[in-house]
T-cell receptor, first 115, second 109 residues
């Protein structure tokens, strides 16, 4: 069966420090991968979307970047964190089946606090 | 931008059916209607999706109007564990998943 792993679950980082969040998917191949952020009390904002290795679409200009070095690995990074980067970060995946994207499956999220 | 409109919040008595409406008047012919919910501090959970026919699974039923401009998610016997934010999403074959503000459903004991 397919599973998604996202870590760490919680993270406290000082302003100006770098960030690396990793997400991996098991049990499927060539998934579409997503990074979302949810600020406190707000909705889910799509940050990055990837349909394959090295193919990443940035949805919102910001202090973050994403990379997909392997088919089932998606990494969210920042060189210098801002206070406004605090939030709940979620990774998700979906696949194309019978010409249609399946439902998306979400990881458990990383709660990032920038201090 | 999200292609759907939902009421910001709703209440429902425990044990009763919860009917959550969604407007998607600009939906195109190849776009599906998806529903997800997010329980506090967790990732969103898929509930159901449909194209034009009504759908039912173990969690809920989805009623889509004939013109496809609106839909209703029905939780037949709401429990306290159904308290969550419910998101209605319109999505095509290759589309990204864009969440709107959703409906915060409160189940009242």
């Amino acid at each position: 069966s397919q599973t998604i792993h996202q870590w760490p679950a919680t993270l406290v980082q000082p302003v100006g420090s770098p960030l690396s969040l990793e997400c991996t998917v098991e049990g499927t191949s060539n998934p579409n991968l997503y990074w979302y952020r949810q600020a406190a009390g707000r909705g889910l904002q799509l940050l990055f979307y990837s349909v394959g290795i090295g193919q990443i679409s940035s949805e919102v200009p910001q202090n973050l970047s994403a990379s997909r070095p392997q088919d089932r690995q998606f990494i969210l990074s920042s060189k210098k964190l801002l206070l406004s980067d605090s939030g709940f970060y979620l990774c998700a995946w979906s696949v194309l089946a019978q010409g249609q994207n399946t439902e998306a499956f979400f990881g458990q999220g990383t709660r990032l606090t920038v201090v | 931008d999200a292609k759907t409109t939902q009421p910001p919040s709703m209440d429902c008595a425990e044990g009763r059916a919860a009917n959550l409406p969604c407007n998607h008047s600009t939906i195109s012919g190849n776009e599906y209607v998806y529903w997800y919910r997010q329980i506090h501090s967790q990732g969103p959970q898929y509930i159901i999706h449909g194209l034009k026919n009504n759908e039912t699974n173990e969690m809920a039923s989805l009623i889509i109007t004939e013109d496809r401009k609106s839909s209703t998610l029905i939780l037949p016997h709401a429990t306290l564990r159904d308290t969550a934010v419910y998101y209605c999403i319109v999505r095509g074959r290759d589309d990204k998943i864009i969440f709107g503000k959703g409906t915060r459903l409160h189940i009242l004991p």
